[in-house]
Structures are given as C-alpha cells and as structure tokens.
C-alpha cells in the first residue's frame, strides 16, 4: 500500500464514521425529519454558540502543546492552526452566527444560562488532552477530526433548515460546509511513514473518532435539556393563563 492510500484510507474511514454517527444520532435523524420544535432548535443553537464563541481556546490549546517547532510538522501545523484562528476572528464569523440565531425568530424568554452540557463540553478537550506536549499529534488528529465532521454535519443542518424551517441561506452554515478533505490531509500527510504502523494508525483513528462521538454526544444531550426547558416554560404559561 502506498503512503498517499494510507492518509486517503483515513480520510475515507472519517467521512463514513461521521455520516454513520449523524445518522445514528436523535438529534440529528430528528432535525433531518423536520420533527423538533422552533423553541427547541432556539435553545439548542443559542447553547451551541456558547461553545462556538470559545472553539478557537481548542486550537489555542494545540499550539501551547506543540513545544519544539524546529521540527518541519510542528512548523506547518502551528501555523495551520493559527491560520483557522485568524480567519475566525477576521471575517468575524460570530458576528455571522449571532445573524442565523435571528433567523430563528424572536424569543419571549430571555437567554438561558450555559446548560451543563455545555459546560461540560467547553472543558473537555483540556480534560482529555491536558496541556504536556506528548500527545500533541493526537490532540490536532482530533482537532482535525471534528473539523471534517462539522463540514458534512453542516450539510444535514443546511437541509433542514431549509427545507422545514424556511431558512434558505444563511452565511455561517455556507462557510463552514466546505468539506474540509484538503486540511485533513495536511495534517496528516507528513505522517504517512508512521501511519504505515498499524498501531500508529488504530491510536490516531480512536483519538479521531471518539472526538466526534463526543460531538455528537453534545448536540443530543442539547436536544434532551431543551425538552426538558420547554415542556416546564409551556407548563408555566399554561399555569399563568
């Protein structure tokens, strides 16, 4: 098997993990079905800005992780990772988020607090990576992961939204869709040597795929607190009325 098949193996292995974990999700097999209530997609995206508003603190957290930079792959994937920061911050893409949370109406609630599944997913890149810099390969395999999973996640959202929530376009969704294949293979292409140990190989692809799962973990367990929220705010009016 030749190198450039190894990372392609890779690669190909993340995209059908990433539909099989969309697919196996009740958050998203619901929001593909145009079953879940505008109240319950309000909280659930306002949560997810919480944690969207601090990812680039994850990338940050890969940098102060990547210690000798003399090392070519240190170097570029410093530097990729700052890269993703700055476009962040210079095209302001929480500013193009806040505009989709509008596109979901107007709330007579106000904002709810960050929930404990968001709190809970905040820390948990630090809490399984910690900040030494033995494992910074494995941390950016992850990183890089959850990058290619939220493009093809970003894909079913787009759908739904338009499809059942008459939201045709929206900026922020359309930037981040773009599959992010072409990222992935950097990161790994300059390990394609270690890659051919299958050890190697099994402990990045464990890394990768339990970061989506946490992913994944994170929206459903949005889905279960927004019910909760909404059943007790419809239970509340029902009282006042």
Known sequence: MKNTCIVDDMADA??????????????????AGGVIA???????????????????????????????????????????????????????????????IEQLGDSTHPRDPESHATRKYKSHFLNVFGTSDTNFVESVAALSAR??????????????????????????WDIHEHLEL???????TPLEQELEGKKRYVTLMCFMTNEIDAHVLYWDELYKESQVININNRHQQKMAS
């Open 182 to 188: 072409e990222h992935f293979r950097d990161t790994f």
């Open 38 to 100: 505008i109240a319950d997609l309000r909280y659930i995206f306002m949560q997810y800005e919480y944690w969207r508003n601090i990812f680039h603190e994850w990338f940050g957290l890969c940098i102060l992780k990547s210690g000798d930079a003399s090392h070519p792959y240190v170097s570029h994937t410093v530097q990729a990772l700052a890269h993703h920061v700055l476009v962040e911050m210079k095209e302001n893409h929480t500013l193009m988020y806040q505009r989709f």
């Open 14 to 31: 993340i995209v059908t993990y990433s539909n099989k974990a969309l697919a196996d999700s009740q958050f998203f097999r619901d929001l």
């Open 147 to 172: 990058e290619l999973f939220a493009s093809i996640r970003n894909t079913y959202v787009k759908k739904a939204l338009k499809t059942f929530y008459g939201i045709e376009k929206s900026p922020w």
